[in-house]
Every structure is written in C-alpha cells, then in structure tokens.
C-alpha cells in the first residue's frame, strides 16, 4: 500500500461548526504533515508529527487543532473557521530516522486533498 | 533560510513541444531537490528527485539535473503530451535532522494543446 487517504474528499462548514478532516497511511511512515494550499499557489505547511509527536506547528491559530492517535492517522479538528480558511488541505507522510540527522532524501508521499469551504 | 524560485507561468506549448521549466535555489547546505506535479483537482505527486550535485532525476520522459555551481534543477522533456498538463513545483528539503522541512517554489502551470 502506497497511498496516503484523505476523508472527506469535499467539506462544507459554517463558521460555527466542528469538523474534522482525516489522513490514514500504511506505508509505515512515522512523520505525517497537514498542509493548505490556496488556489494557484504552493502548498504551505501548517503541522509536522514525528514518531506520533507534534514536531512542527507554523504558527497555525487555534481553530485548526492537529491530532495523531497512531502511527497510521492523521487527524485536524476544525472549529470556527472564517470564509479565508477555504482552501485544499493536503496531508503527506515521510520516513523519519529517529534521533539523527536524516541523511537521505526526505521524499512525501502526499494525499489527494480534502477541498474544505466555509460559508 | 532556504528559498525556491520558478519562471514565470503559465506556459502553453504544442503537442511533441520541447519542454524546459527553470528552477533556481537558495540554500545551506546540501538540499535534495525535487520536481513535484498536481493534476487537476489533486494532490501532489513526486515526479523526480536528486540528492547531490550532478545527480540526474528522471521519471516518465522528464529529466532535471542538481547544478550546484549554478544552484539550479531545470525540468526539461523532449516531447510533451497533453496528458503532461498540470501545474509543476520545484521543491527542495534540506539535509538536517529531524525537522527537516519542504520548501516549495511558486509553481508554473503547465497547458499542452492537441
């Protein structure tokens, strides 16, 4: 298996909401990463997980709120989102030595996206 | 910090068209640097990689070689498809520890006409 699956593959949410998007890979990857991507522009990376642990936050508000119960899940819990977090949300999964500098190259594996809007 | 810069798009081209996209780097170090693709309405695939200077990516007729005395990775084909139409990022990681990131160029959109 070597694919990263994103559900739902479309989201739309009021600003009051709570939703979650998820992630799921079995490739055995221990570092997994939430990215946004606006429309015509490059993917930014908002949170990075290693070895299960939150490794990387991009200074992300609040709302966005990551979660990784295992080595295989990804999830990003969403609450009270404004109409500008409409966007692709994008997860990846890497390899990731533990404890030393990765010497090779660190090559994601990315999903297809969940498309996310808010009214 | 590290940074990536792409030309300028969109590019347009023919079908059998010769394709080159530049792509130019800033970084510390030794980066790896890759070519990434996004079909409409996807996510991002790897289209190629290369660890050290000189290296030569290649995957499905695309080809881009790491210049370190140039910093570039230009991605060239010989003859493009119109199934080659996506958009096209330039990416390079750096080599160190266990934050290492992905740092990604504007990327360029990519329309291959019949």
């Known amino acids: 298996d070597t694919e990263v699956t994103q559900t739902p593959k479309h989201l739309v949410m009021g600003m009051t909401n709570k939703k979650s998007l998820k992630c799921e890979q079995h490739?055995?990857?221990?570092?997994m990463y939430w990215y946004k991507q606006k429309a015509k522009k490059p993917p930014e990376l908002m949170f990075v997980?290693?070895?299960?642990?939150?490794?990387i936050n991009e200074s992300v508000p609040s709302r966005f709120s990551p979660e990784c119960p295992n080595s295989s899940l990804l999830n990003l819990h969403l609450h009270a989102l404004q109409p500008e977090d409409s966007a692709l949300y994008l997860c990846a999964s890497s390899h990731r030595l533990r404890g030393q500098a990765f010497s090779g190259a660190n090559v994601l594996t990315f999903g297809a996206g969940s498309r996310l809007t808010v009214l | 910090g590290n940074s990536v810069t792409q030309m300028e798009g969109p590019v347009t081209l023919s079908e059998e068209a010769f394709l080159t996209i530049n792509c130019t780097y800033t970084?510390?170090?030794?980066?790896?640097l890759f070519w990434y693709v996004q079909y409409p309405g996807e996510g991002l695939q790897l289209l190629l990689k290369a660890t050290k200077a000189d290296d030569k990516g290649s995957n499905k007729g695309f080809e881009a070689t790491y210049r370190k005395e140039t910093t570039s990775f230009h991605l060239e084909k010989g003859s493009v498809q119109v199934s080659d139409s996506a958009v096209y990022f330039c990416a390079l990681s750096d080599q160190g520890g266990a934050n290492s990131k992905l740092t990604f160029g504007k990327g360029i959109t990519l329309s291959v006409r019949p």
């Open positions: 997980y290693s070895y299960e642990k939150l490794s």
């Open positions: 490739m055995g990857h221990r570092a």
């Open positions: 970084a510390t170090g030794y980066p790896s």
